[in-house]
Structures are given as structure tokens and as C-alpha cells.
């Protein structure tokens, strides 16, 4: 194994070292069980108290209000494509929602939406392939509408919402999963939140849905029950085996960043992060950034080289020297660095002087 190794994945992606040492220290005896995590009872005392914990740890780091219900739900974030129009579309008579196109993932998420509603697509940047945010108009949104929906930081392009559209009474729905917990956000102006749990929160196939308790009214009563908010909010997430594994090391990530300093800190460093690596490439021709500069992401950094030959090669030297998974999306090619909460100032230094190294070896 590589002395140090720093991990630039999109997701899954990097979790915190102690956090991972934890998981190790743990997995041959929870909680002096005698067995590991995964060979407890979802039913169990013991993983009632880590459920009860971890919502108790997620709700003090983003503050959230009492009227919110935190809910861990199958299927990844993708399956919220699908789950939110069929919870949220009945909400009014027209079965309408507007969604902002920012990235491939909000254009998934519209197209699965259609299958249950009339989805408008309500601003779209794909002209200048995602490389900023569609302009939000307030008068666009209409009283007829169920929900607005927007992914908040769009994993592929490296953009993101650096604030979120006023809504009014039309509850906002935001796919943070590529953000959550990486920056302060005011909860009590949101309908729901949701995120897949690979970058920011733990392993892949889970999501956090956060939701206003007024919106678990509108599910029809053929919903399929493992897409039905409301009995994951009543079975406390256990209608069925959840993924208790996950469950266990979001638990750990969110001790992991309250000991960090909290939401507040980790957005400093994030936000110092993010500036060290963009100032660098704005100072440089040879590195260009995919982004619009008043767009960018703190958590995906998409730049590309003068061509495909030092992609790669960049790419492959990247990888010797440790530092690993900076392949960019096929749809916006080049390279993306993707510093998530867990991502070290070191690991950004390190790619840093990598770049410059490289850019006087061939620029
Ligand atoms: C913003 C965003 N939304 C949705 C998804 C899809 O996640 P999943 O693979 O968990 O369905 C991703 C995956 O990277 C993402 O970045």
C-alpha cells in the first residue's frame, strides 16, 4: 500500500480516517455484543439507541426544527427521483412541479418525474453544458405547483446553488447529495432534503431524507410501501432490514464532525479548500476550469488540460504519486478533484503542487 494515498473520487468517496479506524476497532465486537454490527437485530436495543443517536447527532449539526422528520430510505438518491414526485405530486389538484436542469443528475431526476406529474422544466443550462446555475425567475413558479425541485451542488459539472431560490409557499425539494453537511443551510425553508450517503454521510445504496412532517400527508395509498415516507417516518426507517451497516457509520461520520468542530468549521475548511485549488487554477492558462467562476462548487473541482494526451498522462502520474480517482465525468471529460468534507487541506495541497510540477514539466 501507498504511504499516504488521497482519495479525489466523486463517490463513493473518502470517509475520515478515524472513522474508517473505528469501523476496524468495531467490526469483531459491537458494543461488547460479541458480534460485529452487521450480525445484530435491526430490532435490537442496541441498534434502537445507535438509530436514535444518529438522528439526534443529525439534527443538532444542521439544527434542523422540530417539524422535520429525518428518515433513512433504500435505494441511493435515485430512487428519491422516483419516490419524491409519487410523495409530493398530489399535493395539488394540477399534479405539477418545476425542476431546474443544472447537471445530469436534475435532468434524471425530471425525466423519472414525468412518469407521475406534469414537470416543467423551469430553467436549464445544458446550452453551455452545466457550467452554471439556470437563472431563477419567482414569477416562473406558479401557486399551481406541488413542489420546485434543485439539486443543490451538481456533482459532474462542479457548480453549485450558492443560494437557494425563494420558493414562497411552493416547498423546495433539494438533492444535496453531493454537499450535505458541507456548508450551513437553513433547514426550515426547505420542503425536503435528501442525500445519497457516499460522499458526505458513509457507504453507497442508502439516502437521508429529511422532510417537512406537513408532506408526508400526500402519498396516495398505493404507494409502494419502500417508497412511502410516511411508514418509513412511522416504522422509524424499519419497515423492513434497513442497511444497518450504513445506518452505524453515518452515526460515526456525524461524531466524526461534531468533534471536527460541526457544520460551521467544516465549511471554513471547506471553503478555504476550494479557494486554495481555484486560485491556483485562475492564475494558470494552462489548467482551464470548467465552471463558470461564480458558479463553483466547494465540494467537485472540474478543470481540463490542453489535451487529451496530458489528460492522461496527467492522470496516470496523478495516480503514482497517490493521488488517486481525478478522471472527470464522460460527460464534461478532464479532470475533477473531489474534496468532500472528509478530504484533508493536506490532500489539496499535495494536488496542488502535483499540478504546478506538472504544468512546468509540459505546459
Ligand atoms: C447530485 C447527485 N444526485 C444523485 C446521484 C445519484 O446517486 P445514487 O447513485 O445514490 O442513486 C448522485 C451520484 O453521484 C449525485 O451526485
Given amino acids: 500500500m501507498k ?49 436514535c443517536e444518529t438522528d439526534e447527532l443529525f439534527k443538532e449539526a444542521v439544527s434542523l426544527p422540530d417539524n422535520y422528520r429525518v428518515l433513512y430510505v433504500h435505494g441511493g438518491a435515485q430512487m428519491q427521483f422516483s419516490a419524491i414526485p409519487i ?3 398530489g399535493r395539488k389538484p394540477a399534479r405539477k412541479a418545476f425542476y431546474y436542469e443544472s447537471g445530469n443528475f436534475a435532468r434524471i431526476a425530471a425525466k423519472e418525474a414525468q412518469k407521475f406529474g406534469n414537470i416543467v422544466i423551469a430553467g436549464n443550462s445544458s446550452d453551455t453544458n452545466y457550467d452554471r446555475i439556470p437563472e431563477f425567475k419567482p414569477a416562473d413558479i406558479d401557486h399551481e405547483a406541488s413542489y420546485v425541485y434543485i439539486t443543490s ?21 433539494v438533492d444535496a447529495t453531493s454537499e450535505i453537511l458541507s456548508r450551513k443551510m437553513d433547514y426550515s425553508k426547505l420542503g425536503l432534503l435528501f442525500a445519497g450517503a457516499q460522499k458526505n454521510l458513509g457507504p453507497s445504496g442508502i439516502a437521508m431524507v429529511i422532510i417537512r412532517e406537513d408532506l408526508l400527508e400526500y402519498a396516495p395509498a398505493d404507494t409502494p410501501k419502500l417508497l412511502h415516507y410516511k411508514l418509513y417516518d412511522e416504522k422509524h426507517s424499519l419497515a423492513n432490514t434497513n442497511n444497518t451497516f450504513a445506518i452505524y457509520v453515518i452515526n460515526l461520520v456525524l461524531k466524526w464532525l461534531k468533534d471536527e468542530g460541526g457544520v460551521e468549521r467544516i465549511q471554513e475548511i471547506n471553503e478555504k479548500k476550494a479557494a486554495f485549488l481555484y486560485d491556483y487554477l485562475d492564475g494558470t492558462d494552462f489548467y482551464k476550469g470548467h465552471a463558470h467562476p461564480d458558479h463553483r462548487s466547494i465540494m467537485n473541482v472540474t478543470f481540463n488540460l490542453p489535451s ?4 492522461d498522462l496527467f492522470l496516470k502520474q ?14 464534461v471529460g478532464g479532470a475533477r478533484a473531489s474534496i468532500y468534507n472528509a478530504m484533508p487541506m493536506e490532500g489539496v495541497e499535495a494536488l496542488v503542487s502535483f499540478m504546478k510540477e506538472f504544468e512546468q514539466k509540459n505546459g
Avoid: C
Avoid at 13 to 32: G, S, Y
Avoid at 153 to 173: A, K, Q
Fill in 3 to 51: 504511504a499516504t494515498v488521497y482519495n479525489f473520487g466523486a463517490g463513493p468517496a473518502k470517509l475520515p480516517i478515524p472513522v474508517i479506524r473505528k469501523i476496524q476497532e468495531d467490526f469483531l465486537d459491537f458494543k461488547n455484543m460479541g458480534s460485529s454490527v452487521i450480525e445484530i437485530s435491526h430490532r435490537s436495543k442496541e441498534f434502537d439507541d445507535l438509530l
Fill in 87 to 89: 410523495n409530493l405530486i
Fill in 153 to 173: 451542488n451538481n456533482t459532474i459539472f462542479g457548480t453549485r446553488w450558492h443560494e437557494f431560490p425563494d420558493t414562497g409557499d411552493t416547498p423546495l425539494v
Fill in 308 to 311: 487529451q494526451e496530458l489528460l
Fill in 318 to 331: 496523478a495516480t503514482e504519486v497517490g493521488l488517486t480517482a481525478l478522471k472527470g465525468h464522460r460527460s
